[in-house]
């Protein structure tokens, strides 16, 4: 048995537990959100051993360079074995939690509902 030498990329992204189906991943390759060494790519394209993936997420870009073909589902021992993670760390989360106010305080009047809209961003009257 020969192991091949290039697979679908929507294939190898299922294969290698990156996507959750191969419909996400085609999905995900029409909507711009894979690129393959650098360009953007097509579901249907055939990776090979080398290949620089960037995978597009909200808020990150995960980046993985394929050290092996899969071209079935594997176990995540296996699969995790057929690529290198290169992508940088995940930015600290910037947004503060939102202001909680004490149970059993009731309903806040208009003057502290005011405030917290003003702390949000949302102090526009949008009934004019």
Do not use: F
């Not at 992204?13 to 393959?36: D, I």
């Not at 993936?53 to 980046?63: A, H, M, T, V, Y």
Request: hydrophobic share 30%.
């Amino acid at each position: 048995m020969t192991e091949a030498q290039s697979v679908r990329l929507d294939i190898w992204l299922w294969s290698a537990r990156l996507m959750p189906t191969r419909s996400a991943a085609s999905a995900a390759c029409r909507a711009g959100h894979v690129r393959r060494n650098g360009g953007p790519t097509k579901a249907a394209q055939r990776v090979v051993v080398g290949d620089e993936l960037r995978l597009r997420s909200p808020g990150r870009e995960r980046i993985y360079v394929i050290t092996r073909i899969l071209t079935t589902r594997v176990g995540y021992p296996i699969a995790r074995a057929a690529y290198e993670d290169h992508s940088p760390e995940p930015p600290p989360q910037l947004a503060a939690a939102p202001p909680r106010r004490e149970p059993g305080t009731g309903r806040p009047t208009k003057r502290e509902r005011r405030a917290l809209d003003r702390l949000r961003g949302r102090d526009e009257d949008h009934r004019r």
